[in-house]
């Protein structure tokens, strides 16, 4: 898709931006190009710079060291040159809640100067591209996430740019929405539009017709996506065959040499060699007795941590610290019976049943607003079921809602602690309030402190905290005090690679020890590590099964091998056509 | 071990309002920007004014008289004007609250034992200011009439003796500084309620409560004991600052102020709690914090007394705690009020104070469902 | 499929500019009507206020209670007594003894006692200076004044009748007489000058309060950002927020104006041109100021703090609204020349009480809007068409 002859919209040269001059800068000498024509993947964890790069691109921001050259255009003297020829969709998609859909086309149009005699053709056009066209005197607040960012690209489209900039614009948003967007945006490519697309989902780096790779600051790559993937090519092997035994085995795994990173795949576990003479000797060397391994296809991710210097290893000091559960009564720790909740005429979860027995992990999987949340806030007591109940180690959440919640850790999406408190005071906070007496507090603060390095950052406010240790506080706050059953609530969105490995062999190692997970999210690499996993559609559980159950289930004769978003697409989309026929 | 856990939610509490910038912020400048605004600039006293005098007058009791009312200490500049119109337009202008005017007779009919007159002309825009000012030139004018006047013995000299008592020169920070004292402490209690629920909500902080093993009356507990200590620790400081920067006396007893200060705490912050189970956000908090307390302190007798209120309206105020509370912190600095006048002022404080922490309690846990 | 190519023929650069800010002012004008704490600002809050400092603040001590005390029931000890129960400004109850009404002072029952001593009867008769004694409550130092005022007037009243009636012409007169008059408000009711000073307030809610407010939110929701990605230019999107809330003050003001004259009965003296001009002159710098609020802190909650701090809070204490500036120490009366309510204030309660006093007027307008005018310099630099 690419054409040679496409001229580079923007130009980096040596980028630097700071934000005070004592942290490290924000972007660091960063220099590269956008061509038109193409989907440019801006890549990187949550703090690597990309909102800034593209604040840079807007002109909205002027860069300390270095120049930003847009259209031709130097971003610090002509930015309303700029300012006319671009299309931007800021996070939050830049809407006004309050207006409606029509409102804020409208807004948009004349703020960009779209004339009046040519506004009912582009905005038809406009509507029919995005699907808005039923919701045109909807508020801007009232509509889905997904919907929001089609009318957030639709008013950053309606006079055709030729850049157009989206910072994280599948941020909130789920896999059916985040293909439509795709596709949507792959159109105008083809009309000789740049788009730049900021992600911290490596699987849509892929997916770029070219990547810039930030990483704290510092440009990693700069280059096509397959031939960053070209570095790993030969190195990736699935190994199958431990069945029931994949956490032990990616454990045993990755303390070995020779394997810089693995991750589990539904029962397989996939691992990236370290380069060798001879990659197949070494995975048959690794595989050992009883195990299939077979080469397969790199991707993007196993790139990025490659480049990264590879995984930690697959030991889990809080797990090996961990007192082993017992597991022989059988009895579900985490239990949903009829959960039903409804606000109003609006049925948020209608009748969802499941029974966690110890030592798994349970995926709620689903679009937004589709009612995981709702299901997963009832079974831990934030919400009320209007009917059915939940059941927690055995404690009915309705009668004995403070037994059930001494035994069950919960941690939240954006890291709830106490950003105000220090390191220290967040953890006795928690050891407080969960009734530790003195000794033990002393004792598992003490054991949280130097299981996840913390020492250096006790006296420091957990808000300042980089997002990786905050992410490992909030984790050492969730399990101070011993639980059976964890609740995590997306807990590694945003967060890099690294640091999403090591907490999963934390939990992956917890559950060894008979630890329960029940776990949200749209993370599709989060979904692989689930024992068994829901699909919530429309307050309804349409699907229920394994990962590899799941994604056998949509196998067809074109796709044999689909991943877990192509399981879930597919899912979705059979549960729609049913409730339509 | 609920003891543990409390004490955990306690101290985190203060911590969270004392580590974060805003917090202190908000705990420490509103308080000291009402002290020394409040305690100085808030005074219904009326001194330093301007007059103007139009003396048509040519013998020598005109010129005694403005001589006079240039003396007095309550006037700062008295300017001469030479026509009505410039008189009109001086008053009309504001550049002086107040004008005397002396007719062309005047030393000529005190001279022959006439009853002279002058005219004194006030601006009714500033009605208050206006009749204190009225009040000290007549003062200087039936000075300057008895001396003039023959002596009369069928004219008895009436005089009337002035008393103060509590505050016999009449400061006006005797009255302000003690006020200050109740005005804060509900300031404190409710932006401190008002703000840390929501400020948990904000954050996402509060479910991370909700799913721990606390109760909700231990939260609630939790929530209510820090801006009791909070509010406590502000009302030490006013009343040391009320004591030795502005020394106020203190007459009563301290113990019966800080034990009514208990009862009134509770009744402020329970307000607070009710405010921040309605808000969503820091925001909301603040606006809803705001919209109760200007009409609390409107309607307390703090800016002006209840007595004047309409008599109709002067029931509602039967509701407001600071009302209850003004008058022990009154009594108890000024009067020496006796502990049987202070409980009858908190028992309502302990009723409201019954009120507004259980229809607090109980719309959280209506908005728990 | 591509979205619409463009008419090539694109709109020149006026009517452009036209259009956006049309655009801009639409927007915001939609989202006043839509959003409830605009509305609460703009409409609920100012009847409040209204309602609070027409009815609840009073400065007019009107029938305070005070206790007399004869201390012998002679005629001419009742009559004096008489003429205090007759007085309008207070509610007398009658005693034989001051220790039955000094308990009630303590506990603020009553604000003030009358003591006329035994030997008045005897000496009022005859020489000699009979005193009375006026005791009251210091503890509220303003009632204590107009107290002690109002006793001493029913007294000297009373004795000039009386001297009348016992030597029969003008030997009851002073020697001096002083004939007050108060000019714009004869009844002098407090609530003719407290009503039109609260607009005053009103305007500086509407003004500072809310616009700091809504341009704050626009930071957080990251709308401004999508705003500045456009062609709109600074100039523009400054414009586009300030007229409809310029409007919106304008319309709480005439709200409260005619609640005032109608509900409250407060007499309106002066020119709708006037009223209207100060209005308008004082908005200027009281958006500013919610400008360069929300500029700075691009925080709603900040901002909120912010805009009562510095808005609401100067313009009710430091304006010369219920406090006599003259009064207060020489620093803060300097600080008060940089609060615009103070300029504001005296306009609106001669627009309301006096007339077109345009003498006074026009250098208080000039004034306002050089406030305006530097708060509006400080406010576009703080947004210029940056983020940081």
């Not at chain 1, 037994?403 to 919960?410: D, I, S, T």
């Not at chain 2, 420490?28 to 048509?56: E, G, K, Y």
């Not at chain 3, 506990?107 to 005897?122: C, H, N, S, T």
Request: aromatic share 8%.
């Amino acid at each position: 898709m690419t054409t040679p002859a496409a001229p580079d919209l923007v130009r980096l040269e040596a980028v630097t931006k700071r934000f005070g001059t004592a942290a490290p800068p924000a972007l660091d000498a960063v220099s590269g190009q956008i061509r038109g024509g193409e989907i440019t993947g801006l890549v990187g964890p949550d703090g690597a710079g990309k909102t800034t790069l593209i604040r840079l691109m807007t002109g909205l921001m002027r860069p300390d060291g270095g120049s930003v050259q847009v259209l031709g255009f130097d971003t610090g003297r002509q930015a309303a040159r700029i300012h006319g020829a671009i299309g931007y969709m800021p996070q939050r998609f830049g809407l006004y809640e309050d207006l409606s859909v029509a409102e804020n086309l409208t807004l948009y149009a004349d703020l960009r100067g779209l004339p009046k005699p040519d506004r009912p053709a582009v905005f038809d056009q406009l509507l029919t591209f995005t699907d808005l066209k039923r919701f045109t005197a909807r508020l801007a607040g009232r509509l889905s996430g997904g919907m929001k960012q089609k009318l957030g690209l639709a008013c950053a489209l309606l006079r055709k740019p030729r850049l157009l900039l989206l910072d994280e614009p599948s941020v909130g948003v789920d896999p059916i929405s985040r293909r439509d967007l795709w596709a949507m945006v792959e159109e105008l490519t083809r009309d000789g539009i740049g788009v730049v697309w900021s992600t911290a989902y490596l699987d849509e780096a892929e997916a770029c017709d070219r990547v810039l790779l930030l990483n704290q600051g510092k440009l990693l790559f700069a280059g096509l996506p397959a031939d960053l993937t070209a570095r790993v090519a030969g190195r990736v092997f699935k190994l199958a065959g431990g069945s029931g035994q994949r956490r032990r085995v990616l454990a045993a795994a990755l303390e070995q040499d020779g394997v810089v990173d693995g991750v589990v795949q539904g029962e397989a576990v996939r691992l990236v060699l370290a380069p060798a003479e001879d990659e197949a000797a070494l995975a048959g060397r690794i595989a050992g007795e009883g195990h299939r391994i077979a080469p397969t296809e790199p991707r993007f991710e196993d790139a990025f941590v490659d480049l990264l210097g590879g995984g930690p290893g697959g030991r889990s000091a809080l797990a090996e610290s961990a007192t082993p559960l017992p597991t022989d009564d059988g009895a579900p720790v985490i239990e949903a019976r009829g959960l039903t909740k409804r606000f109003g005429d609006f049925t948020a979860a209608d009748d969802i049943t499941f029974a966690i027995p110890r030592g798994q992990i349970f995926g709620l999987l689903g679009p937004n607003g589709a009612g995981k949340s709702t299901t997963f806030k009832m079974l831990c007591g934030l919400l009320k079921p209007t009917s059915g109940e939940g059941r927690v180690a055995g404690f009915d959440l309705r009668h004995a809602g403070a037994k059930a919640r001494n035994r069950l850790g919960y941690m939240a999406q954006k890291f709830s602690l106490y950003g105000d408190l220090s390191v220290a005071q967040n953890l006795a906070f928690f050891a407080g309030v969960y009734g530790l007496s003195r000794r033990r507090r002393r004792e598992r603060s003490q054991l949280m402190v130097e299981i996840f390095d913390l020492g250096p950052h006790l006296g420091m406010s957990a808000k300042d905290l980089p997002l990786g240790l905050k992410q490992r506080l909030a984790l050492a706050c969730a399990v101070l005090h011993e639980p059976e059953a964890l609740f995590l609530d997306e807990p590694t969105s945003g967060v890099d690679p690294i640091t999403r490995r090591e907490f999963w062999s934390h939990i992956n190692g917890l559950v060894e020890k008979g630890v329960t997970v029940l776990v949200t999210t749209h993370f599709m690499d989060e979904a692989e590590y689930c024992d068994r996993i829901s699909l919530i559609y429309r307050g309804r559980s349409v699907a229920l099964g394994s990962p590899d159950e799941l994604k056998a289930a949509v196998a067809t004769a074109d796709a044999p091998d689909p991943t877990m978003e192509d399981a879930f697409v597919a899912l979705v989309r059979r549960s729609e056509e049913a409730a339509a026929a | 071990m609920w003891r543990t856990r409390l004490r955990a939610l306690i101290v985190k509490e203060l911590l969270a309002i004392l580590r974060d910038p805003r917090g202190r912020l908000v705990l420490i400048l509103p308080p000291i920007m009402q002290l020394v605004v409040f305690s100085f600039a808030a005074t219904l006293d009326v001194t330093n004014v301007d007059v103007l005098v139009l003396n048509r007058d040519a013998g020598r009791w005109g010129v005694e008289l403005i001589h006079r009312i240039d003396g007095a200490p309550t006037f700062a500049t008295v300017a001469t004007v030479d026509s009505p119109e410039d008189l009109q337009a001086g008053i009309d202008r504001q550049d002086a609250i107040a004008a005397i005017q002396i007719g062309p007779e005047f030393s000529r009919d005190i001279a022959a034992g006439r009853p002279a007159e002058v005219q004194v002309i006030l601006d009714g825009r500033r009605s208050n200011a206006a009749q204190i000012v009225a009040g000290y030139l007549s003062r200087i004018v039936d000075t300057l009439a008895r001396e003039v006047a023959p002596a009369n013995p069928n004219i008895p000299d009436l005089q009337v003796v002035p008393r103060t008592w509590f505050n016999p020169n009449r400061i006006y920070q005797w009255f302000m500084v003690p006020n200050l004292v109740a005005a804060i402490a509900m300031l404190v209690g409710l932006v401190v309620t008002g703000l840390s629920i929501a400020r948990e909500r904000e954050l996402g902080t509060f479910d991370q409560l909700m799913v721990s093993p606390l109760r909700t009356h231990e939260i609630l507990i939790g929530k209510v004991i820090p801006p009791m200590m909070i509010g406590t620790v502000h009302i030490t400081v006013y009343i040391l600052a009320a004591v030795f920067v502005f020394g106020v006396p203190l007459r009563g007893s301290l113990v019966l102020l800080y034990g009514s200060a208990i009862f009134y705490l509770l009744a402020v912050i329970g307000v607070g709690l009710f405010v921040s189970a309605l808000s969503a956000t820091q925001q909301q908090a603040i606006l809803g914090a705001f919209l109760f307390m200007v009409p609390a302190m409107l309607l307390s007798g703090l800016a002006t007394p209840i007595d004047n209120m309409p008599q109709w309206l002067q029931p509602i105020t039967l509701i407001n705690p600071l009302r209850y509370f003004l008058e022990i912190v009154w009594g108890v600095f000024l009067k020496d009020l006796p502990p049987e006048e202070i409980l009858a002022d908190t028992i309502p404080l302990a009723l409201i104070a019954v009120a507004t922490l259980g229809t607090a309690s109980w719309l959280f846990r209506r908005r728990m469902e | 499929m591509s979205p619409a190519a463009p008419s090539p023929a694109a709109p020149s650069p006026a009517t452009g500019r036209m259009r956006r800010f049309a655009a801009l002012v639409v927007k915001e004008s939609t989202q006043v009507v839509r959003d409830p704490s605009s509305i609460l600002i703009a409409l609920v809050l100012p009847m409040i206020l209204l309602f609070l400092f027409g009815y609840g603040v009073s400065l007019d001590a009107t029938r305070t209670r005070i206790g007399v005390v004869m201390e012998a029931a002679t005629p001419v000890i009742r009559d004096l007594a008489a003429s205090f129960q007759a007085s309008r400004y207070f509610e007398v109850e009658l005693g034989h003894d001051r220790r039955q009404f000094e308990d009630r002072l303590i506990l603020g029952e009553v604000r003030g006692i009358v003591v006329i001593p035994a030997q008045f009867a005897a000496e009022g008769a005859g020489r000699g200076a009979p005193t009375i004694q006026v005791i009251v409550d210091g503890s509220e130092p303003n009632t204590a004044s107009f107290v002690e005022n109002y006793a001493q007037g029913v007294v000297s009243r009373w004795a000039q009748m009386r001297m009348t009636d016992v030597t029969g012409g003008l030997a009851g007169q002073p020697a001096i007489a002083v004939e007050q008059r108060f000019w714009f408000n004869p009844e002098l009711a407090s609530r003719n000058f407290l009503v039109p000073g609260s607009i005053a307030i009103v305007m500086t809610l509407v003004g500072t309060l809310l616009t700091a407010l809504v341009v704050a939110r626009e930071w957080e929701r990251g709308t401004m950002e999508a705003m500045m990605a456009t062609p709109v230019t600074a100039a523009e999107l400054l414009a586009g927020k300030i007229l409809p809330y310029f409007l919106l003050g304008l319309a709480s003001m005439t709200v409260c104006v005619l609640a005032a004259v109608f509900v409250f009965a407060v007499p309106f003296r002066g020119s709708v041109l006037a009223l209207y001009a100060v209005s308008a002159c004082f908005l200027v710098p009281a958006l500013g100021q919610g400008l360069l609020i929300s500029a700075a802190t691009k925080n709603q909650f900040l901002a909120s703090q912010l805009a009562l701090f510095s808005g609401f809070l100067p313009s009710f204490l430091l304006s010369g609204f219920l406090f006599e500036i003259s009064s207060m120490p020489e620093i803060i009366q300097y600080l008060t020349l940089i609060v615009p309510a103070r300029y504001l204030i005296p306009c609106l309660q001669s627009v309301f009480l006096a007339g077109d006093i345009w003498a006074m007027f026009l250098p208080h307008m000039a004034v306002m809007l050089l406030i305006g005018a530097v708060l509006f310099v400080l406010a576009a630099r703080n947004m210029r068409k940056r983020i940081a």
